[in-house]
């Protein structure tokens, strides 16, 4: 059976994150592991005051208990996470050879990036997709990743 880790944060409402992808790979017949990195109320498009608990401590632990039990994976899928630096390290750690590499550089729609990201993010974004064997941007974000802004993006300053 093929194996993947979905790297992502958990939003209790929303068709986002985890909450989508774990059903959908199960359903293809594929063993999903997560990396949960943070639980939210609700994703962060459309709603203020959202709930957030961080489980970015929990990363490296995780990594380091697979990695000490020798586990392998076929891919590695990672969305919308602000702990780039741990993401960067695990795809160092589990990717190459066999393992596809898989991110959704979820951060933005419809002209502007979501709650909480920054133009510096994207940045740094951009620089974990040139990690990835495979990326899906939507039309932002890949606007925002090579640095070719839409007309529209009047919020996003240089």
């Given at each position: 059976m093929k194996r993947i880790v979905s790297i992502q944060d958990i939003s209790c409402l929303g068709k986002c994150s985890l909450?989508?992808?774990?059903?959908?790979?199960?359903?293809?017949?594929?063993?999903?592991?997560?990396?949960?990195?943070?639980?939210?109320?609700?994703?962060?498009?459309?709603?203020?005051?959202?709930?957030?608990?961080?489980?970015?401590?929990?990363?490296?632990?995780?990594?380091?208990?697979?990695?000490?039990?020798?586990?392998?994976?076929?891919?590695?899928?990672?969305?919308?996470?602000?702990?780039?630096?741990?993401?960067?390290?695990?795809?160092?750690?589990?990717?190459?050879?066999?393992?596809?590499?898989?991110?959704?550089p979820a951060m933005a729609d419809n002209g502007v990036l979501y709650t909480g990201f920054t133009p510096e993010f994207a940045l740094e974004m951009g620089k974990l997709c040139g990690k990835a064997d495979v990326i899906v941007p939507n039309i932002t974000e890949a606007s925002l990743l090579t640095g070719q802004l839409p007309f529209w993006v009047e919020e996003f300053d240089r």
């Open positions: 909450t989508v992808a774990l059903p959908i790979i199960s359903a293809m017949g594929v063993e999903t592991c997560v990396v949960p990195t943070a639980v939210l109320s609700t994703h962060t498009g459309g709603f203020s005051g959202f709930t957030f608990h961080d489980l970015t401590q929990e990363i490296q632990p995780i990594s380091d208990h697979w990695q000490k039990e020798g586990i392998a994976f076929d891919a590695i899928y990672t969305g919308s996470f602000e702990q780039i630096q741990l993401v960067s390290q695990f795809f160092d750690r589990f990717g190459g050879g066999d393992t596809l590499v898989y991110a959704d």
